[in-house]
């Protein structure tokens, strides 16, 4: 059974920012440009000409649909005109008898661009002032706002310590950290969760800066784009479906990757919108470790790509509830209408306002590490598969005795690796009060009313329904003991923050749950009853607990035949 929690707080692991493998490594931007470049062009080169010109003529298409019908502020200026002529110079190829070598350098053109978006850089005093402001805005997230909490940076920083909490296998990491490049794939929630590990890792896992993909939308601010194009960010834009992009992007990551840059991505792809932790995952990038993996092998090198899951859990996520609506209207469709109003500015004041003063809790939860094949390793470092014999990695690349680049194999290898990857979530989770409860409260809703759907549970009118303390904390008390129960397993984290009178852990539960947010998820109805002003929400945050399936070993008999007449109000 894992520990639950990491109290001490790790000071740097290289206290020299300069040898950091991240600043190391955008201080040769100009040669990496040209090798990523090399590497993507030998890749449309080893195409047909058929097959080159058709993703050539597919890319120009598309981007010219992407800007014509999903522009975006943080786009170049001119885009179209840009690829207006690009068109002409294809068109002009195929006036040629041979259009091939024209098409090759109209792809070289398309690279250049592409690579030059991506690329980010990393900046040692924009760092230094990041790690300043950082404190500030969780020391206003985390906790109540008083002028007294305003004086001093360094007590901001101690207390965000407090509620910044770190379990799971923290140490194995720093240590491996120091001979292998370490791959970061968290669970996704919210726009936050890019700056929260930053600060995080810093801040008490004492881990050097992390290089992390950046959804390009959150450039349009230009805060946070003058921050992210300097803190080790390279851009993603998830409109580009191109082939040429893709294949970019994907360059970026194995070639950075080999070059032992540690890096963060979310193999989800995107926020989980429901609420749930993800199961099925983006295959592209995590594709990119096994080449770099392979990589390394044929060089000769022992360096391995160490892949550590994480599951980042919020008290309150602060776009939970855009995010369920928008889960619930793409899978509904036609099942599910919001009742939903935009919020005005008063709406605005209100949530500034909750947000000042109330305090909150942030987890994440490091799995056990593993390499790109799915295989722990022991206090040495070496793989060791599931019968604790070493492995070779060496072994998964040969053919015949010599290493060889297998694309078919390598794509079983990265569907083997996201299915590891997913089955570590639900070990490395970390359950906590407020999951609990919401959970507690959707089972019981969902129970009477059995002949209902998820869309038509979250359109029900919150105002007619109750939950009566008594039967609530005895679910409440069930979905602990199942969950300690499937820890002692070794199937989650041992749920410390569950423990103690149950009474007190729902009181902390209902408190904390959705903080935030002006509807309340839970609240307190006199001294015999919950209610929720928001059962979208409340959906979001039960499905935290969504992927053990507890409901169908709770035992109902408990509450009585009379449940339905119990909740109606």
């Known amino acids: 059974m894992q520990a639950p929690y990491n109290y001490q707080k790790f000071q740097q692991l290289v206290p020299d920012m300069e040898n950091w493998p991240v600043y190391r490594f955008f201080s040769g931007k100009k040669e990496f440009l040209l090798k990523l470049r090399a590497d993507v062009m030998e890749q449309l080169s080893a195409l047909s000409k058929e097959e080159l010109d058709q993703v050539v003529a597919r890319t ?86 008083s002028l007294s909490s305003l004086f001093g940076l360094k007590r901001m920083h101690l207390r965000n310590q407090e509620s910044i909490m770190l379990n799971g296998h923290l140490e194995e990491v720093r240590q491996l950290f120091l001979k292998h490049t370490v791959v970061l794939v968290p669970t996704h929630s919210s726009n936050l969760d890019s700056m929260l590990l930053g600060y995080a890792l810093d801040l008490a896992a004492g881990l050097p800066a992390f290089s992390y993909g950046a959804g390009l939308n959150l450039y349009d601010s230009e805060f946070f784009a003058f921050f992210m194009n300097r803190l080790g960010a390279y851009r993603v834009d998830r409109r580009k479906k191109n082939s040429i992009y893709l294949h970019t992007l994907t360059s970026y990551s194995k070639l950075s990757i080999f070059d032992g840059v540690n890096t963060i991505f979310f193999p989800g792809g995107t926020r989980s919108r429901s609420g749930e932790i ?38 309150s996520v602060l ?52 390499d790109v094949f799915g295989n722990y390793f022991d206090q040495s470092g070496n793989s060791m598969d599931g019968k604790s014999h070493p492995v070779n990695l060496r072994d998964y690349f040969r053919n015949n005795g010599s290493i060889v680049r297998d694309e078919q194999r390598e794509m079983i290898y990265t569907r083997e690796l996201g299915e590891k990857i997913a089955q570590a979530y639900k070990q490395c989770n970390f359950i906590i009060p407020a999951h609990l409860v919401a959970h507690a409260a959707f089972l019981m809703l969902a129970r009477v009313n059995s002949h209902m759907d998820v869309y038509a549970l979250a359109q029900l009118p919150e105002e007619e329904y109750r939950f009566p303390a008594k039967d609530f904390t005895a679910i409440c008390t069930q979905l602990r003991d199942l969950l300690i129960h499937r820890a002692e397993r070794g199937e989650l984290i041992y749920p410390l923050e569950l423990e103690g009178p149950i009474d007190r852990v729902v009181e902390k ?16 109805v006199g001294q015999s009853h919950y209610a929720s002003e928001d059962f979208p929400c409340l959906i979001y945050y039960s499905n935290r607990l969504q992927c053990y399936d507890l409901k169908d070993e709770l035992d109902w008999s408990v509450l009585g035949e009379d449940l339905p007449s119990k909740l109606l109000k």
């Open 60 to 145: 120009l298409y598309l981007e010219k649909q992407r800007v014509k019908n999903s522009a975006w502020k943080v786009d170049p200026p001119n885009e179209m005109q840009y690829y207006r002529k690009i068109q002409a110079e294809y068109n002009t190829n195929h006036l040629l008898p041979d259009p091939h070598p024209g098409n090759l350098d109209t792809a070289s053109r398309l690279v250049n661009r592409f690579s030059a978006e991506i690329f980010g850089h990393f900046n040692s005093k924009t760092f230094s002032l990041a790690r300043k402001l950082s404190d500030f805005f969780f020391h206003l997230m985390l906790f109540p706002f």
């Open 278 to 315: 993800e199961s099925k995952l983006k295959l592209g990038l995590l594709g990119s470790l096994i080449q770099a993996q392979r990589m390394l092998v044929e060089r000769g090198e022992e360096r391995k790509i160490v892949i550590v899951p994480m599951v980042i859990n919020y008290e």
């Open 319 to 370: 776009e939970a509830r855009a995010l369920i609506f928008q889960h619930l209207a793409n899978t509904g469709q036609e099942k599910f209408t919001s009742r939903g109003r935009k919020p005005g500015l008063i709406s605005y004041w209100r949530f500034m306002g909750r947000f000042l003063k109330q305090s909150s809790g942030i987890y994440l939860s490091f799995g056990k590490p593993m």
């Open 509 to 524: 539960g209902v408190h904390t749950l959705g903080c935030y947010h002006l509807r309340r998820v839970l609240l307190t």
